[in-house]
T-cell receptor, first 116, second 113 residues
Framework: NAGVMQNPRHLVRRRGQEARLRCSPM?????VYWYRQLPEEGLKFMVY????????ESGMPKERFSAEFPKEGPSILRIQQVVRGDSAAYFC??????????????FGAGSRLTVL | DQQVKQNSPSLSVQEGRISILNCDYT??????FLWYKKYPAEGPTFLIS?????DKNEDGRFTVFLNKSAKHLSLHIVPSQPGDSAVYFC????????????FGKGTRLSVIA
């Protein structure tokens, strides 16, 4: 029963390149969340997705960032034309659908993006 | 504007003593609170939670206290062990709103043997 799987664990990109981060949720989980942790900061919400739908993207920058969670395959967070300020740890979390009660998120180990 | 605040970036405690980690929030709509623990190079792991209808929840060595009038919660670890050394994140949410978890900046706990 694998947990939330993220890859790559480490990614190095030069300014202007594209970064793609992948997340496979826990088995049975249909909700995926992406959070970003900048150095010395807490976890900042970026986007919340269900299969084929973006539910809440209020935390995602309007430009250069996009996310998807297709019917088949992992969720992907895509950052185009990366800049140094995008260097951070990107965490994916998943949860089971809960009709009433809180979503306890299960996090992956994170993908650390370094932009040179 | 930070809705969840952890004002102590770090805390050092001797092994066997009590660790108290504090968290304040500003959004009175929050009705569910969680603590996550994070080791280096790993993702946060869920530790303990509390609903706003309670003022205390206990799980082994970990107890979370909630003071709604003060918009304050705390995590007590008794007795503290070296393996508890990690970054602890406080998080909050509005259940009915299905809103995402809002996290504090974290407190780094060091338990000294």
């Amino acid at each position: 029963n694998a947990g939330v799987m993220q890859n790559p664990r480490h990614l190095v990109r030069r300014r202007g390149q594209e970064a793609r981060l992948r997340c496979s949720p826990m088995k049975g989980h249909s909700h995926v969340y992406w959070y970003r942790q900048l150095p010395e900061e807490g976890l900042k919400f970026m986007v919340y997705l269900q299969k084929e739908n973006i539910i809440d993207e209020s935390g995602m920058p309007k430009e250069r960032f996009s996310a998807e969670f297709p019917k088949e395959g992992p969720s992907i967070l895509r950052i185009q034309q990366v800049v140094r300020g995008d260097s951070a740890a990107y965490f994916c979390a998943s949860s089971r659908l809960m009709a009433a009660g809180a979503n306890v998120l299960t996090f992956g180990a994170g993908s650390r993006l370094t932009v040179l | 504007d930070q809705q969840v605040k952890q004002n102590s970036p770090s805390l050092s405690v001797q092994e066997g003593r009590i660790s108290i980690l504090n968290c304040d929030y500003t959004n009175s709509m929050f009705d569910y609170f969680l603590w996550y623990k994070k080791y280096p190079a790993e993702g946060p792991t869920f530790l303990i939670s509390i609903s706003s209808i309670k003022d205390k929840n206990e799980d082994g060595r970990f107890t979370v206290f909630l003071n709604k009038s003060a918009k304050h919660l705390s995590l007590h670890i008794v007795p503290s062990q070296p393996g508890d050394s990690a970054v602890y994140f406080c998080a909050a949410m509005v259940i009915r709103g299905n809103t995402p978890l809002v996290f504090g900046k974290g407190t780094r706990l060091s338990v000294i043997a």
